[in-house]
Nanobody, 127 residues
Framework: VQLQASGGGLVQPGASLRLSCAASGRTFGRYVMGWFRQAPGKEREFVSAISVSGSSTVYAVSAKGRFTISRDNAKNTVYLQMNSLKPEDTAVYYC?????????????????????WGQGTLVTVSS
């Protein structure tokens, strides 16, 4: 599966952004989808993930309450709505796909589970 992330940009603290990740090539509905990010000089970290069914989601502590992950299987797209952005959210955001092996409500937080990665989209939060 090929993944294309978009929606990043430069915003002020407190603003919102919605990232999108469009998938193509294979059956989107068989994949757990995740968002990760990597800030300058730091390791890549987990942000959020969503099950195939969309009914199960998980968030990093830093994202909980501010970010919302969702997916539209008909459009082969996963979204990350980010509200109340902070300077520490500045990073390149990556979407990733992991085979759910037929399990509709499973999700993964470990990047080791993900087989396919998008190219990343830069989010900069600065005044």
């Amino acid at each position: 599966v090929q993944l294309q992330a978009s929606g990043g940009g430069l915003v002020q603290p407190g603003a919102s952004l919605r990232l999108s990740c469009a998938a193509s090539g294979r059956t989107f509905g068989r994949y757990v989808m995740g968002w990760f990010r990597q800030a300058p000089g730091k390791e890549r970290e987990f942000v959020s993930a969503i099950s195939v069914s969309g009914s199960s989601t998980v968030y990093a502590v830093s994202a909980k309450g501010r970010f919302t992950i969702s997916r539209d299987n008909a459009k082969n797209t996963v979204y990350l709505q980010m509200n109340s952005l902070k300077p520490e959210d500045t990073a390149v955001y990556y979407c990733a796909a992991a085979d759910a092996n037929g399990l509709p409500n499973i999700y993964y937080a470990s990047d080791k589970r993900y087989d396919y990665w998008g190219q990343g989209t830069l989010v900069t939060v600065s005044s």
